[in-house]
C-alpha cells in the first residue's frame, strides 16, 4: 500500500465523465473511506480545468465497498461559472451506489486572510518514531490491531499523545498526529489533495471514543463514517508532516460527531474536516 496509493488514486477511464478504481484490502474486510474519498474527487478534478483546485466536498457512505471488487465513478457537471465549478460523483460496486460526493473548484484569487492558532505541540521529530508505537501497541493492542498496524501503510502517524491515540485518557475530547505521506507526490495540486482527503478519514471518527476512555479496536463496538466534509484553505504539500487536530464536540443516539484541523510546519491552517460516525456498543457486550 505504501507506494500503491498514487496507483489507486490514477482511475482508468471508461468513458466520458465515467471511470474505474481498483481497491486494496485494509484488513477490515470493506473499502476504507479515505479511498473512495480520494478517487471520487480525482474523478471530479479530471472534468475540471486545471486552474481550479477543490476547495470544498461533502460525501456520504452509502454502503460499504467490496475490497475485492472495482469502483465505479460517474460524474455529473453540475456547473461552471466564472470562477467556481461543481460536481457530483457517484461510486457503485455492480448496480449499488456506496458513495456520494458534491465537490465545489474555485479559481485562485486574492481576499481576506485569517486563520485560527495552531496548538503548540512538539514536534515530530521529538515523538516516537513508528517502530517505538509498534513496540507500544504489542503490549496493549488486540490481535486485530497489531495486523492492521503492521501491514505497510501510505501514511505514516506519530500520536503526540499516545495514551488518548488508545483511548486511554478518558479525560480529553481530542487529539493530535503529524502525519505525512510516505511516499514522493507529484507537482499536481490535484493529486496532493486527493491524497490529503484519503489521509483525512484516518484518526478522525476514533476521537468520538477519547472521552469514553475506549478505543476504536475494543471488542463489542460497532465504529463506522457516516458522511466526511472537507475544505481545503491553502495551498499544501504533504511529503512534510502536517500536524491533525481532530476533536469531538458531540455524542449521542449512537452518533458520533468530530472536527478535524491540518497545519503545517509553519501553523498555516491549509484544511479542515467534519465527519459523523455510527459508534454502537453491542447489546450483548459489556465493556
Given at each position: 500500500?505504501?507506494?500503491?496509493?498514487?496507483?489507486?488514486l490514477?482511475?482508468?477511464?471508461?468513458?466520458?465523465?465515467?471511470?474505474?478504481?481498483?481497491?486494496?484490502?485494509?484488513?477490515?474486510?470493506?473499502?476504507?473511506?479515505?479511498?473512495?474519498?480520494?478517487?471520487?474527487?480525482?474523478?471530479?478534478?479530471?472534468?475540471?480545468?486545471?486552474?481550479?483546485?477543490?476547495?470544498?466536498?461533502?460525501?456520504?457512505?452509502?454502503?460499504?465497498?467490496?475490497?475485492?471488487?472495482?469502483?465505479?465513478?460517474?460524474?455529473?457537471?453540475i456547473?461552471?461559472g466564472?470562477?467556481?465549478?461543481?460536481?457530483?460523483?457517484?461510486?457503485?460496486?455492480?448496480?449499488?451506489?456506496?458513495?456520494?460526493?458534491?465537490?465545489?473548484?474555485?479559481?485562485?484569487?486574492?481576499?481576506?486572510?485569517?486563520?485560527?492558532?495552531?496548538p503548540?505541540?512538539?514536534?515530530p521529530?521529538?515523538?516516537?518514531?513508528?517502530?517505538?508505537?509498534?513496540?507500544?501497541?504489542?503490549?496493549?493492542?488486540?490481535?486485530?490491531?497489531?495486523?492492521?498496524?503492521?501491514?505497510?501503510?501510505?501514511?505514516?502517524?506519530?500520536?503526540?499523545?499516545?495514551?488518548?491515540?488508545?483511548?486511554?485518557s478518558?479525560?480529553?475530547?481530542?487529539?493530535?498526529?503529524?502525519?505525512?505521506?510516505?511516499?514522493?507526490?507529484?507537482?499536481?495540486?490535484?493529486?496532493?489533495?486527493?491524497?490529503?482527503?484519503?489521509?483525512?478519514?484516518?484518526?478522525?471518527l476514533?476521537?468520538?471514543?477519547?472521552?469514553?476512555?475506549?478505543?476504536?479496536?475494543?471488542?463489542?463496538?460497532?465504529?463506522?463514517?457516516?458522511?466526511?466534509?472537507m475544505?481545503?484553505?491553502?495551498?499544501?504539500?504533504?511529503?512534510?508532516?502536517?500536524?491533525?487536530?481532530?476533536?469531538s464536540?458531540?455524542?449521542?443516539?449512537?452518533?458520533?460527531?468530530?472536527?478535524?484541523?491540518?497545519?503545517?510546519?509553519a501553523?498555516?491552517?491549509?484544511?479542515?474536516?467534519?465527519?459523523?460516525?455510527l459508534?454502537r456498543?453491542?447489546?450483548?457486550?459489556?465493556?
Open positions: 500500500m505504501t507506494d500503491d496509493l498514487l496507483g489507486i490514477d482511475l482508468e477511464p471508461l468513458e466520458i465523465n465515467h471511470y474505474r478504481g481498483r481497491s486494496v484490502d485494509p484488513g477490515w474486510r470493506r473499502v476504507f473511506g479515505g479511498q473512495v474519498i480520494g478517487q471520487a474527487l480525482i474523478a471530479a478534478s479530471r472534468t475540471v480545468d486545471p486552474a481550479r483546485l477543490v476547495h470544498s466536498l461533502h460525501g456520504y457512505f452509502l454502503r460499504p465497498g467490496n475490497p475485492d471488487g472495482a469502483i465505479d465513478y460517474a460524474v455529473e457537471r456547473r461552471d466564472g470562477s467556481f465549478s461543481t460536481r457530483r460523483v457517484v461510486a457503485s460496486q455492480g448496480s449499488e451506489a456506496i458513495f456520494a460526493m458534491a465537490a465545489s473548484f474555485h479559481i485562485e484569487e486574492p481576499g481576506f486572510a485569517h486563520q485560527a492558532p495552531m503548540v505541540v512538539p514536534a521529530e521529538a515523538l516516537p518514531d513508528e517502530s517505538a508505537l509498534l513496540a507500544a501497541l504489542a503490549s496493549r493492542a488486540p490481535a486485530s490491531a497489531l495486523t492492521f498496524w503492521r501491514k505497510p501503510r501510505a501514511i505514516e502517524i506519530r500520536p503526540v499523545d499516545l495514551e488518548a491515540f488508545l483511548g486511554r478518558g479525560a480529553e475530547q481530542s487529539q493530535a498526529s503529524w502525519i505525512r505521506a510516505r511516499m514522493a507526490l507529484p507537482d499536481d495540486p490535484a493529486v496532493v489533495r486527493a491524497v490529503l482527503a484519503y489521509a483525512s478519514d484516518l484518526t478522525l476514533d476521537t468520538t471514543l477519547i472521552a469514553e476512555g475506549r478505543w476504536v479496536f475494543d471488542p463489542g463496538l460497532m465504529v463506522t463514517s457516516l458522511d466526511h466534509a475544505w481545503f484553505h491553502r495551498p499544501v504539500r504533504f511529503d512534510d508532516w502536517l500536524l491533525y487536530v481532530c476533536d464536540p458531540s455524542a449521542s443516539g449512537a452518533r458520533g460527531f468530530n472536527r478535524g484541523a491540518l497545519y503545517d510546519r501553523g498555516c491552517l491549509v484544511a479542515s474536516v467534519a465527519q459523523e460516525g459508534v456498543q453491542a447489546r450483548d457486550h459489556q465493556p
